[in-house]
Each structure stands twice: as C-alpha cells, then as structure tokens.
C-alpha cells in the first residue's frame, strides 16, 4: 500500500492505494475513524483488487473545509480523488458515515460505480431524535468534553460478546477518537444531520447494491434492518449472525468474501 497526500479538486486527502489490480475497491470509513481502521481488512481483499482508502475530511489527517461537510462535498472530494488517481470506475463501499457518502456518490456519480455497498449502513435520514443526539455531541465536543464520547463510542459498534476479544480494537478507536480534530467532527456530525432521504434514489439506480449488516448493531437494530431489506428488494443482502456495527472487524472473512462475490458477479454485466 502506497500512503500519500493528493489534491482532490481543491482539498488535500490523504489516501492509501495499492495501485495493483484490474478491479478497484474503495473503503469508506465511519464516523470517529480514519482509513487506519481499515488496516487489517485490506489482506483479505488486495491479492485479488486494487485497494484504496482515504481519510475523509475532517477525520484522520485530511484537512477540514468549514462549519458543515455535506454528504455532497464529501462525495464529489471523493470522485476528484479518483479522478487524480485514474481510477475511472470502482466498487465503492462505505462503512456507517461512510455510505451516506457512498449513497451521495451514487447519486451524483453513478457513471464511476460498478457497485454500492453499505456495511452496517442506511439510506435513511437522520430520525429527529437522532439529529437531537447529534446536536448533543456538537454541544460537548464544543465544551471540550471529547472524552465522554471515547468512553461511550468505540465498544457501543461491536457486539457484547465480542468486545472483550476486541478490545485492542476499541482501543485503538478510542485513541481515533482523541486526535481527531475538534472542528473535523463538528463538521461532520453536521453534514449527517442535513443529509436526505436516500430511499428513492437507491431504488431507482442502476448500480448494482449489497447490503452487509449485523445482526447485533446497536446503532441499526436487527427490526430497522429487515425494513430496510424487505423496501429494496433490488439489493443484494448478506447478514452478519455475529456482529455489531463493527462486521469487517468481527467478522472480516465474511465480508471479505461478500465484497469479493459481488464484485466477480457486476464483471459479468
């Protein structure tokens, strides 16, 4: 994997890519995380695809751009990047934040898509009451109170029985969770506050579509999930029976080899 800065449009991203590979695969990360937590799941998937992954702004090392990253601004820095990195066309899967990015990349992009996936993600809005919790982290990470969210965030994405055995992932998530920048999560907890309602979208694209979610997401509860199975039919759906929010890590071989299967499968098309 080759590390480096590159100018997306006007933003400087920082991004991974292992520049080998006929099939391109992109890796979204979530709220509160950079392309670092991705670093164990690329051996499952770069001897067979050209893997890349990037900090979005605001999280990891990319810079951040204002008051407000709308899922938008974050889709479009996302096509500039491939643009920069010729890579005409890729698989693009977003993990939680993530694949509201990957939904609005699909909107606005779909002629760069061979597919669209959403790990433990949803073409949802925000519920008011989630859009309220938002605006309660807002008001402590503007109070300097970041480490209320450590302590709560990291173990609340993987499922109860598999939080001991993760544990150095939580750890390593809750160290995200300090040096990210103040304003970076600011902005971004924004941005999902005003995204839209993806639904209609999702249903009426052409690109191929993978659902990956865990049976036991504390933030997606397995009863919203099936909604939003059994409201996109056109979707193909793999179900984690032992994960949380937090599947590539909990169940990495699963995933990988979901990724893997829907990408050979949109080759033949």
């Known amino acids: 994997m080759i590390e480096k800065f590159i100018m997306a449009g006007p933003i400087a991203l920082h991004v991974c890519d ?3 590979g006929d099939r391109c695969i992109v890796l979204l990360h979530g709220y509160l995380e950079s392309m670092l937590v991705w670093e164990d799941f690329i051996p499952y998937l770069y001897k067979d695809l050209r893997v890349v992954t990037l900090d979005l702004p605001g999280h990891g090392i990319s810079v951040v751009q204002g008051e407000c990253h709308s899922m938008d601004f974050l889709a479009d820095t996302i096509a500039d990047a491939l643009h920069a990195l010729e890579i005409p066309r890729c698989t693009l899967v977003g993990h939680s934040m993530g694949g509201y990015v990957a939904l609005a990349f699909c909107e606005r992009h779909p002629e760069m898509l061979d597919g669209l996936v959403l790990l433990s993600s949803t073409p949802n809005p925000d519920t008011p009451e989630k859009a309220e919790n938002r605006r309660r982290e807002i008001a402590l990470v503007r109070a300097g109170k970041k480490d209320m969210l450590a302590r709560v965030a ?3 994405g993987f ?13 390593d998530l809750t160290e995200q969770v300090f040096i990210t920048e103040d304003d970076g999560i600011v902005a971004l907890l924004n941005g999902m506050i005003n995204r839209k309602d993806q639904n209609a979208m999702l249903r009426e694209t052409k690109v191929p579509v993978l659902f990956i979610l865990g ?11 099936e909604k939003m199975v059994s409201d996109h039919p056109e979707a193909r759906v793999v179900w984690l029976e ?8 909990e169940e990495p071989e699963v995933v990988a080899n979901a990724l893997k299967t829907f990408i050979a499968s949109t080759a033949a098309k």
């Open 18 to 20: 292992s520049q080998k």
């Open 154 to 156: 990291p173990a609340a």
């Open 159 to 171: 499922a109860e029985e598999n939080r001991e055995r993760m544990k150095d992932y939580i750890e």
């Open 215 to 225: 049976r036991k997401d504390n933030y997606i509860p397995e009863e919203v999930a």
């Open 242 to 249: 032992n994960s949380g929010h937090m599947g590539f890590l």
